[in-house]
């Protein structure tokens, strides 16, 4: 039982990490165009040659 008071704090840090994390991602536009760049990879460039 005593563990519990160890745990559910760690437990909530890394809750707090976590969603600082996804939100920093968010307002850094991580996930504004997903589709984009997923097809770039399997289409060559010919503006590059």
């Known amino acids: 039982m ?3 008071y160890l745990l559910i704090p ?4 890394f809750v707090a990490v976590g969603l ?3 939100v920093w991602a968010v307002k850094r536009d991580q ?3 997903l589709d ?7 289409f060559d460039d010919e ?3």
């Open 10 to 13: 760690i437990a909530g840090l």
């Open 36 to 42: 984009r760049e997923g097809e770039r990879i399997l």
């Open 31 to 33: 996930f504004d165009d």
């Open 47 to 49: 503006d590059d040659k």
């Open 2 to 4: 005593e563990s519990l």
């Open 20 to 22: 600082g994390i996804f």
